[in-house]
């Protein structure tokens, strides 16, 4: 497709449940950031990927989240042991490459809102 | 740590009239993004500002970015009702990952006749 697609758009779990968040940038876009937007907030930085390697995981809240892009275009954001907490916009996004001649303009997806009662 | 403040949270436009929406950020930093979001939507890129004094225009929007200042600024002019969403501003945090970016807290815009 053209834009930035992610799937589930919803999920809703229970506490303590594991759940995972597929992205699928645009083609040919190298670099993948995941965000996450809680309600009446802006966007947090989670995890950027360069290619197949997680560049920068600095914006992971903990070691329940986890995140892996393995052959450089699909990733999936993976939350362990859900809590109530966790529940938010996960937005994916792309661009076309990190660093050098890049303006840093990123795309985003729609995101998977995902809900832990 | 990279903050970055939006003001005003919440700004009612009348039809016609012009407003402007300021993005003030903490340390040193020449890129600056804004984007549009509509409720239930994702993020759409209006902007991308990287240099001190970049002004573009798109319709009746139009940003600016003041390096030394740390300041952006939006401006909506003869506001319509298309342009209610919520509108964020962003700013780099390093260099070596361009799309790692701090986000204010948005400005909700309602434009009423």
């Known amino acids: 497709g053209a834009g930035v697609s992610q799937t589930p758009s919803n999920k809703v779990t229970e506490k303590g449940k594991y759940v995972e968040l597929r992205c699928d940038p645009i083609?040919?876009?190298?670099?993948l950031y995941w965000y996450r937007q809680s309600l009446g907030q802006g966007p947090e930085f989670l995890i950027y990927f360069q290619g197949t390697g997680a560049a920068d995981d600095s914006g992971l809240p903990n070691d329940r989240f986890f995140a892996v892009r393995p052959e450089g275009s699909v990733s999936t954001l993976k939350i362990q042991r859900t809590e109530r907490g966790d529940s938010a916009v996960y937005l994916c996004a792309s661009s076309r490459f990190s660093g050098g001649a890049n303006t840093g303009e990123l795309f985003f997806g729609e995101g998977s809102r995902l809900t832990v009662l | 740590e990279l903050k970055v403040e939006q003001n005003p949270l919440f700004l009612s436009m009348q039809e016609g009239k012009n407003y402007t929406i300021y993005c003030n950020y903490s340390?040193?930093?020449?890129?600056l993004y804004w984007y549009r979001q509509d409720p239930g939507k994702s993020l759409e890129s209006l902007f991308v500002l990287l240099s001190n004094g970049a002004v573009k225009q798109e319709g009746r929007l139009m940003a600016s970015l003041d390096t030394k200042a740390r300041l952006s600024t939006l401006h909506i002019t003869a506001a319509v009702h298309d342009l209610s969403a919520t509108y964020f501003c962003a700013v780099g945090q390093t260099t070596d990952s361009w799309g790692k970016l701090q986000f204010g807290a948005g400005t909700q815009v309602v434009v009423t006749p």
């Open positions: 340390t040193t930093s020449d890129r």
């Open positions: 083609s040919g876009h190298t670099a």
